[in-house]
């Protein structure tokens, strides 16, 4: 008995081997014959795998994350060293970034953007290129600072969107159109690239000068030339991109403008940078106005990109996601709370000496020491 259960058991493995050599025998087959067909095919699924292999992303991931924390060291001491080994860091992150996203692009054939996941990509991917365009001309370290921490948030942001699904998957009908793709889409994405981008510089502003003694006056006046600067790129970008998704919707749906949730969201951008450049050229802003008015341009990009979709109704729902909405309340929240910081009275802010003088308030007061140990004041009104 135990010698035919043995003679059994080898004939089943036997038999089970000789199918596993028939199966990858026909396996083998069948890929010759894709690579002779089909070699396009056959060579995107190989780069396909190798993507996946490298995880383009996640290295990026990690070194957005070293850059940002040697721009924040280098605030401390050894700045030219630490601002100049941050930016090539962040170069590197940067390219790495680029082959992750030209990769999807070659493997999907389509333009960057496509859906939440790839927005997420290129928003930081934008945002990053830009920042460190600031950082090559103002060479303080913010610059950098912004690249590493928006290059890092928005690709943990699309690392948790990649866990609903396959990120590579197929458009839906009315999105399967590579020029508006490649147009209104990019030109959308890039203003909250550009919106995000302002709202970081304006935290970075409020946080140095709120908890820390840092923020010099040179460095204020180099932070709200950045932000003027970056909202006027965005109310561009914003603008044209909403024209473009007006005529893609006439020639779609048959109207240009519907007051879908989407189209509101886009517009209300548009509208919060003309509020914000009209408020500064018209002087009814200042350093402090525009920054947090940038913060809140956080808010509005936010609910553009997400909180519409979470709405569940309009034509653009194509992204609903029911996990996010606590997270986006949270970061909505975390906005108002850092423009209720910037509010606070000068006297408040470490960064800003503050002597009552009749009634006049000095700010940025930087007392210089003579030889005879006496002190001057420069002095800024407020």
């Given at each position: 008995?135990?010698?035919?259960?043995?003679?059994?058991?080898?004939?089943?493995?036997?038999?089970?081997?000789?199918?596993?050599?028939?199966?990858?025998?026909h396996v083998?087959?069948?890929?010759?014959?894709?690579?002779?067909?089909?070699?396009?095919a056959?060579?995107?699924?190989?780069f396909?795998?190798l993507?996946?292999?490298v995880?383009p992303f996640?290295?990026?991931?990690?070194?957005?994350?070293?850059?940002f924390?040697?721009?924040c060291?280098?605030w401390?001491?050894?700045?030219?060293?630490?601002?100049?080994?941050?930016f090539?860091?962040?170069?590197l992150?940067?390219?790495?970034h680029?082959?992750g996203l030209?990769?999807?692009?070659?493997?999907?054939?389509?333009?960057?953007?496509?859906?939440?996941?790839?927005?997420?990509?290129?928003?930081?991917?934008g945002?990053?290129?830009?920042?460190?365009i600031?950082e090559?001309?103002f060479?303080?370290?913010?610059?950098?600072a912004?690249?590493?921490?928006?290059?890092?948030?928005?690709?943990?942001?699309?690392?948790?969107l990649?866990?609903?699904?396959?990120?590579?998957?197929?458009?839906?009908a009315?999105?399967?159109?590579?020029?508006?793709?490649?147009?209104?889409v990019?030109?959308?994405?890039?203003?909250y690239?550009?919106?995000?981008?302002?709202?970081?510089?304006?935290?970075?502003?409020?946080?140095?000068?709120?908890?820390?003694?840092?923020?010099?006056?040179?460095?204020?006046?180099?932070?709200?030339?950045?932000?003027?600067?970056?909202v006027?790129?965005?109310?561009?970008?914003?603008?044209?991109?909403?024209?473009?998704?007006?005529?893609?919707?006439?020639?779609?749906?048959g109207?240009?403008?519907?007051?879908?949730?989407?189209?509101?969201?886009?517009?209300?951008?548009?509208?919060w940078?003309?509020?914000?450049?009209?408020?500064?050229?018209?002087?009814?802003?200042?350093?402090?106005?525009?920054?947090?008015?940038?913060?809140?341009?956080?808010?509005?990009?936010?609910?553009?990109?997400?909180?519409?979709?979470?709405?569940?109704?309009?034509?653009?729902?194509?992204?609903f996601?029911?996990?996010?909405?606590?997270?986006?309340?949270?970061?909505?929240?975390?906005?108002?709370?850092?423009?209720?910081?910037?509010?606070m009275?000068?006297?408040?802010?470490?960064?800003?000496?503050?002597?009552?003088?009749?009634?006049?308030?000095?700010?940025?007061?930087?007392?210089?020491?003579?030889?005879d140990?006496?002190?001057?004041v420069?002095?800024?009104?407020?």
């Amino acid at each position: 008995m135990a010698i035919g259960g043995r003679l059994a058991t080898t004939c089943c493995a036997r038999s089970a081997l000789e199918k596993f050599i028939r199966f990858n025998q026909h396996v083998n087959l069948m890929a010759n014959w894709f690579a002779k067909e089909q070699p396009k095919a056959t060579q995107r699924a190989s780069f396909e795998f190798l993507f996946n292999r490298v995880q383009p992303f996640s290295q990026s991931m990690a070194l957005y994350v070293l850059g940002f924390l040697l721009a924040c060291f280098s605030w401390l001491g050894w700045s030219r060293v630490l601002n100049r080994s941050a930016f090539y860091l962040l170069l590197l992150a940067l390219a790495i970034h680029t082959f992750g996203l030209v990769s999807r692009m070659y493997l999907q054939e389509r333009p960057p953007v496509t859906n939440l996941y790839s927005s997420a990509i290129f928003i930081g991917w934008g945002a990053v290129i830009v920042s460190l365009i600031l950082e090559r001309i103002f060479r303080d370290g913010i610059g950098a600072a912004c690249a590493g921490a928006i290059g890092f948030i928005t690709l943990i942001i699309a690392h948790h969107l990649a866990g609903s699904g396959d990120t590579l998957e197929m458009l839906q009908a009315v999105l399967d159109t590579n020029i508006w793709l490649a147009t209104h889409v990019v030109a959308i994405t890039t203003g909250y690239s550009a919106m995000f981008l302002a709202g970081m510089l304006a935290i970075i502003y409020v946080v140095r000068g709120v908890f820390t003694r840092s923020l010099k006056k040179q460095t204020a006046d180099s932070l709200a030339r950045m932000t003027y600067g970056v909202v006027c790129f965005a109310t561009l970008f914003s603008f044209v991109g909403t024209v473009l998704g007006g005529i893609w919707a006439d020639q779609s749906w048959g109207r240009f403008w519907g007051w879908d949730p989407k189209e509101n969201g886009a517009v209300l951008i548009v509208l919060w940078c003309a509020i914000i450049l009209h408020a500064r050229w018209g002087g009814f802003i200042r350093q402090r106005g525009l920054m947090i008015m940038a913060i809140f341009g956080n808010v509005v990009t936010s609910f553009s990109w997400f909180g519409v979709n979470m709405l569940g109704v309009g034509l653009h729902s194509y992204g609903f996601m029911q996990k996010a909405f606590p997270w986006l309340v949270g970061f909505m929240v975390s906005q108002l709370a850092l423009m209720l910081i910037a509010a606070m009275p000068l006297e408040r802010w470490r960064s800003f000496v503050c002597q009552r003088l009749g009634r006049r308030c000095l700010r940025w007061c930087e007392y210089q020491r003579q030889p005879d140990g006496g002190t001057v004041v420069s002095e800024e009104r407020a």
